[in-house]
Nanobody, 120 residues
Framework: VQLQASGGGLVQAGGSLRLSCAPS????????MNWYRQAPGKQRESVAS???????KYADSVKGRFTISRDDAKNTVYLQMNSLKPEDTAVYYC???????????????WGQGTLVTVSS
């Protein structure tokens, strides 16, 4: 089972995109859903996360511009990206995990990535 990320594309600076992430089939229960991104020549970095309790966290670079949300009925996680900047250009990956009480993840699902390109 894999996660499928979609919604990437080419947008001008200042524009918006909404990314979606959903599993290709039935998966086990997870309790934290993440978006990561990797720009050319750079390491993968965390962008945003949301827990099953709806606690959210954001990278400082996207605070106030990006919003992560989830729709349990559709089993989908979204990343609404507004006021996009050229430095947001990257491949965006979704990741769902189940974190146990000891901090270890016993489930870890990844998507194939979706490319976001922001032109200046």
């Amino acid at each position: 089972v894999q996660l499928q990320a979609s919604g990437g594309g080419l947008v001008q600076a200042g524009g918006s995109l909404r990314l979606s992430c959903a599993p290709s089939g039935s998966i086990g229960i997870t309790n934290i859903m993440n978006w990561y991104r990797q720009a050319p020549g750079k390491q993968r970095e965390s962008v945003a996360s949301i827990t099953s309790a709806d606690d959210t966290k954001y990278a400082d670079s996207v605070k106030g511009r990006f919003t992560i949300s989830r729709d349990d009925a559709k089993n989908t996680v979204y990343l609404q990206m507004n006021s996009l900047k050229p430095e947001d250009t990257a491949v965006y990956y979704c990741n769902w995990r189940r974190i146990l009480s000891g901090g270890r993840a016993d489930r870890d699902y990844w998507g194939q990535g979706t490319l976001v390109t922001v032109s200046s």
